[in-house]
């Protein structure tokens, strides 16, 4: 049943009250208890989001690709001793704080940067012969 204001239209105090009960401010979302720190969790998505491109670099038929980065998945969890769910927790901690998962993905940007510089193939061919 609709609630009505004297002017024939519904009432949108029930509305606003809603919204406003769902509009935490992000300073304001409660700590899971199982927060993983910062400086665990960038090397950690790092190593997954590396894990994702060998995957998809595998080139394994799509059920095969999602199984193994499934079961690697599980071998990070274990590196890194945490569970799916403390890692799922903290994201979306992080995430509600504004300026913490940016800053976050420029350090796990800048962390697969070096590892890619360190993994590089040497260039191939003659060294180059300087001009003088």
């Known amino acids: 049943m609709k609630t009505f204001c004297r002017c024939g239209l519904p009432s949108l105090l029930p509305i606003l009250l809603l919204a406003l009960a769902a509009c935490q401010r992000p300073e304001e979302a409660p700590q899971p208890a199982d927060l993983l720190p910062k400086e665990r969790m960038v090397p950690l998505l790092a190593d997954l989001h590396q894990l994702e491109a060998q995957v998809e670099n595998s080139r394994l038929a799509p059920d095969s690709a999602r199984a193994l980065f499934?079961?690697?998945?599980?071998?990070?969890?274990?590196?890194?001793?945490?569970?799916?769910?403390?890692?799922?927790?903290?994201?979306?901690?992080?995430?509600?704080h504004g300026k913490d998962l940016p800053d976050m993905y420029q350090a796990v940007v800048d962390t697969l940067k070096e590892r890619q510089k360190k993994y590089a193939p040497l260039p191939v061919g003659p060294p180059a012969v300087p001009h003088g």
Do not use: G
């Open 70 to 96: 499934l079961a690697q998945q599980k071998s990070l969890y274990w590196k890194w001793q945490v569970t799916d769910s403390a890692l799922q927790h903290s994201y979306r901690y992080y995430s509600a």
